[in-house]
């Protein structure tokens, strides 16, 4: 079975849908499925087997983004979609309405994954515009493209959840983006901490992603505020790009942390965040809005500990309260929180084996089988219906 994967978004621009697409790309060959991908060209990448890559322009006001052109997406999406069984889109601009053109035309299921609640995401980018107006309009759009799909692929039931409340009535399958669990459970903590200039008995607290104001990073750094009242040796690192990234430094020197935080900007992932995981006592997250939390199953597998608040995509990992505690929404209950663990190590290799042993049941093999077995469900469902040639 061969099956187009097409984005608005993937490497080497970091997100969560990168890696969503990425990690089920890589897991998918196992269960006998080929997988095709036309994604955004940013910086010239050099060509890679089963990728087509879309020239485009930096987004305004986001330059680690592109937009390609819709009618140059739309002729390399029906021209890598002539041979596949199946069109999988990933996210809802220009993506969207060339896989489904093309799947419409070829006669072949289009399902798509919903990564992003964008009626929380776009007053940020938007402020100049009243905010309820935005979520209506984010609303309606989500509606009528998930209803044009045959199927939707959901990362969590909170997510599921919120779009039958749009009025989203296709089939609606929760079905997380897996971890692959090797990458991140070898990482050497102690040599990080030397190559920053981290002393191994400090206790470290640590974000990883977006800086972005969705990420609600500003609730951390007010919550860190309080963690040093109990814990004034304690060291919060925050890790990733994003637009909000001055802004949060200057928060932080407002609220006297400029000694207690520090912005490690982007890591690789294959060479410098495993290492930057092993090196963290705790793993922080505060986002209200995420669809699944990534970042949350990556730090457990590290055997990092998760405090993180409970919201949206994040109760479906931190529902069984494994390898994780999950302080109240309030920033001075969550910085005491993390006060408190900093100040009970003896908790530590307890609480962290927790975590990996959990981790495991969130596999990014387990995951693609899943996947694959939508898949093949899907292509049987569907009528044959002959191919319409290119230009036709």
């Known amino acids: 079975m061969r099956i187009l994967m097409v984005s608005d978004v993937y490497f080497p621009r970091v997100n969560g849908v990168s890696t969503s697409i990425e990690t089920f790309r890589a897991c998918l060959a196992a269960q006998g499925i080929e997988v095709r991908l036309v994604v955004p060209a940013y910086r010239g990448e050099a060509g890679e087997p089963g990728i087509v890559r879309v020239p485009g322009r930096a987004v305004p006001r986001d330059p680690e983004d592109r937009l390609v052109s819709w009618s140059a997406m739309k002729a390399a999406v029906l021209t890598a979609a002539q041979d596949c069984d199946l069109v999988h889109i990933q996210t809802p601009f220009a993506a969207h309405y060339a896989g489904l053109a093309a799947a419409r035309k070829l006669g072949i299921p289009a399902l798509a994954t919903y990564h992003t609640l964008f009626e929380e995401y776009f007053q940020y980018y938007a402020p100049w515009l009243p905010a309820r107006w935005l979520k209506a309009v984010a609303r309606r759009v989500s509606r009528r493209q998930c209803n044009a799909l045959d199927a939707i692929v959901v990362p969590s039931a909170a997510m599921a959840e919120r779009l039958a409340s ?4 296709r089939p609606c399958h929760v079905l997380p983006t897996g971890i692959p669990l090797a990458n991140f459970s070898q990482g050497d903590g102690a040599a990080f901490r030397r190559r920053h200039g981290i002393e191994a008995t400090r206790p470290v607290a640590l974000f990883v992603g977006r800086v972005a104001h969705e990420k609600n990073i500003a609730f951390l750094l007010q919550a860190f505020a309080r963690t040093l009242v109990a814990r004034p040796d304690a060291l919060l690192l925050v890790t990733g790009e994003g637009p909000a990234l001055e802004e949060l430094r200057t ?14 900007g982007y890591l690789d992932r294959g060479s410098e965040l495993p ?13 209200r809005t995420e669809t699944q939390g990534l970042v949350l199953l990556e730090a457990m597998s590290a055997g990092v500990p998760v405090l993180a608040l409970s919201a949206m995509g994040t109760t479906d990992i931190l529902g069984p309260r494994r390898g994780c505690l999950v302080p109240p929404d309030d920033a001075e209950a969550f910085g005491l929180a993390l006060a408190q663990y900093f100040s009970h190590p003896e908790g530590w290799d307890e609480l ?9 049941e969130w596999s990014d093999g387990a995951m693609a089988a899943r996947l694959a077995d939508l898949y093949r469900q899907r292509v049987a469902a569907t009528p044959a219906i002959a191919a319409v040639p290119v230009g036709a």
């Open 166 to 169: 749009y009025g989203v009535v």
């Open 251 to 264: 928060r932080a020197v407002q609220l006297g942390l400029a000694q207690a935080v520090r912005f490690l």
């Open 275 to 287: 290492d930057c995981y092993a090196a963290a006592d705790a793993f922080v997250f505060a986002s």
């Open 352 to 360: 962290r084996e927790e975590a990996r042993h959990y981790a495991l």
